[in-house]
């Protein structure tokens, strides 16, 4: 029993970013990564999103798949771990293909580091 909880475990935090991994390799030209901002609400209401994010609600996900480079590793936030726009995004993304993870700590972890963010 304690083998399948912690295979589930294993897959559960595979899911996962670390916001540091991201952030150091952002600084780089190369970096592989793309931040997805999937936040279903408008700019006057989000009022700042992590620094170099592009804001792509899950809401709208599926209709812009086109526009995203399948050699790139997307990384999806929303406004705090605890909710599903962003697990919703993961799927999206994963089961069409990408490679992709859910920033752990969300937006608000993000914050929380005083990490940069932006002014939209």
């Known amino acids: 029993m304690n083998n399948k909880k912690i295979e589930l475990l294993k897959t559960y935090l595979s899911l996962y970013i670390d ?3 991201v952030l150091n390799s952002l600084e780089k030209p190369d970096s592989p990564y ?3 901002d999937v936040r279903n609400a408008p700019a ?3 009022q700042d999103q992590i620094k170099g994010a592009l804001a792509m609600p899950a809401k709208d996900l599926t ?6 480079d399948k050699n790139k590793q997307y ?4 406004w705090t771990g605890g909710t ?3 697990k919703t995004a993961l799927l999206i993304l994963l089961s069409n293909g990408f490679e992709a993870y859910e920033l752990a ?3 608000e ?3 929380g580091m005083n990490l940069p963010i932006e002014k939209l």
């Open 19 to 21: 916001h540091h991994q």
């Open 34 to 36: 793309v931040i997805l």
């Open 109 to 111: 972890g993000w914050k």
């Open 63 to 68: 209709e812009h798949l086109g526009e995203l």
């Open 75 to 78: 990384v999806v936030y929303d």
């Open 84 to 86: 599903t726009l962003g």
């Open 105 to 107: 700590g969300a937006l």
């Open 44 to 46: 006057q209401v989000k």
